[in-house]
C-alpha cells in the first residue's frame, strides 16, 4: 500500500521559533507532493506545493528530495496562527492522493 | 465563489439508516473525491470520479455507494449505517492534472 509517514508530534515551539517537519513517501512513482494545513476540527487548506527545487513562501520553506523520497516543511519565526496540524501529501497516481496522519504543531505565546 | 460546498453539515443517525450526503461545485472540476477522517488520523479515500457518469472505488469503500451524474454533484450514500462509520467526511475537487484538491467543509456524521 503506498503510504505517506509523518512525525505524530505535538511540536511545541515558542513564538519566534523555527520548526521541521518530515515526512517520507513509499510511491518512487509520486510526482507532485503538497503540505496542507488543517485547523481544529476544519476541512484540509493547502499550504504549498512542494517542487524538486525547493521553494518558499514568506516564513514557509518546503524541501522534496527524490532519491530519498523525503519531505520537509521548514517554518521560520513562528507565529500563534501556524498552530495546526500540518498534512503531508504525495500524488498516487489517477489524481489520487495519499494523507499522512498530519503533524500537530502548538506555538506557544 | 462557492467552491465545494457540502451538506449536512453535522447529522445523527441510528444504526441501520440510510443516508446521503451532498457535495457539489460550480468550478466545473472534472475530478471529484470523497474521504473520511477518524480522529488523530489522515484522510482514507472512499470513493473519487474522474467525469460525470465515471466513478471508482478509494481505500475503503465498503459500507459506502456514489453516483456522478452531473459534473457539479457528487453524493455519497450510506445504505445501512454502522457505528463504524462515525467520522468527519471531506468531499474534494480538482480541475484536472496534478493540482491541489479543493476541500468543502465537512460533514460530521454519529452514528449510535
Known amino acids: 500500500r503506498k503510504e505517506v509517514e509523518q512525525d505524530p508530534g505535538p511540536f511545541n515551539v515558542p513564538e519566534g521559533a523555527t520548526v521541521a517537519f518530515n515526512c517520507t513517501y513509499s510511491n518512487s512513482a509520486s510526482q507532485s507532493f503538497f503540505w496542507y494545513r488543517q485547523d481544529c476540527r476544519k476541512e484540509p487548506k493547502l499550504l504549498m506545493s512542494?517542487?524538486?527545487s525547493g521553494n518558499e513562501d514568506g516564513r514557509f520553506t518546503a524541501q522534496l528530495n527524490r532519491a530519498s523520497q523525503y519531505i520537509s516543511l521548514l517554518i521560520r519565526d513562528s507565529k500563534l496562527s501556524d498552530s495546526a496540524t500540518y498534512l503531508c501529501v504525495a500524488e498516487a497516481g489517477s489524481y489520487q492522493l495519499t494523507f499522512g496522519k498530519g503533524t500537530k504543531l502548538s506555538v506557544i505565546p | 465563489n462557492a467552491g465545494v460546498t457540502q451538506t449536512p453539515k453535522f447529522r445523527i443517525l441510528k444504526i441501520g439508516q440510510s443516508m446521503t450526503l451532498q457535495c457539489t461545485q460550480d468550478?466545473?472540476?472534472?475530478?471529484m473525491y470523497w474521504y473520511r477522517q477518524d480522529p488523530g488520523m489522515g484522510l482514507k479515500l472512499i470513493y473519487y470520479?474522474?467525469?460525470?457518469?465515471?466513478?471508482d472505488k478509494g481505500e475503503v469503500p465498503n459500507g459506502y455507494n456514489v453516483s456522478r451524474s452531473t459534473t457539479e454533484d457528487f453524493p455519497l450514500r450510506l445504505e445501512l449505517a454502522a457505528p463504524s462509520q462515525t467520522s468527519v467526511y471531506f468531499c474534494?475537487?480538482?480541475?484536472?492534472?496534478?493540482?491541489?484538491?479543493?476541500f468543502g467543509d465537512g460533514t460530521r456524521l454519529s452514528i449510535l
Open positions: 512542494v517542487y524538486s
Open positions: 474534494a475537487s480538482i480541475p484536472g492534472g496534478n493540482q491541489p484538491q479543493h
Open positions: 468550478m466545473n472540476h472534472n475530478y
Open positions: 470520479s474522474v467525469g460525470a457518469g465515471i466513478t
